[in-house]
Nanobody, 124 residues
């Protein structure tokens, strides 16, 4: 079992930056791939980024490539999402999710554990 808690959301102006954190507790964290997803009102959940259990590989979704970076510190059981050059279209609830295996995927159905989400609002 893995428990996840996101933090770091808030309101920021377009062009600004935020760093989200996903703190994990439970099973050995280094064996779990972690993904970030977001969901805006009336829209489907969208893949944002993911990182392997060891942190050796990562991937970003097309809409955030070049602006968002995922990283992790397994000693602190925490995964981060650094978000730069934010746009109003980035406004959403952001969720972190963990798999039972070290390898990532962009499909939300393959993540077993989810946090409660943190709101990010980008004003124009």
């Amino acid at each position: 079992q893995v428990q996840l808690e996101e933090s770091g959301g808030g309101v920021v102006q377009a062009g600004g930056s935020l760093r989200l954190s996903c703190a994990a507790s439970g099973r050995t964290f280094g064996t779990t791939a972690v993904g970030w997803f977001r969901q805006a009102p009336g829209k489907d959940r969208e893949f944002v980024a993911a990182i392997t259990g060891s942190g050796s590989a990562r991937i970003q979704g097309d809409s955030v490539k070049g602006r968002f970076t995922v990283s992790r510190d397994n000693a602190k059981n925490t995964v981060y999402l650094q978000m730069n050059s934010l746009k109003p279209d980035d406004t959403a609830v952001y969720y972190c999710a963990a798999r039972r295996v070290p390898f990532f995927t962009s499909r939300p159905s393959e993540y077993a554990y989810w946090g409660q989400g943190t709101q990010v609002t980008v004003s124009s």
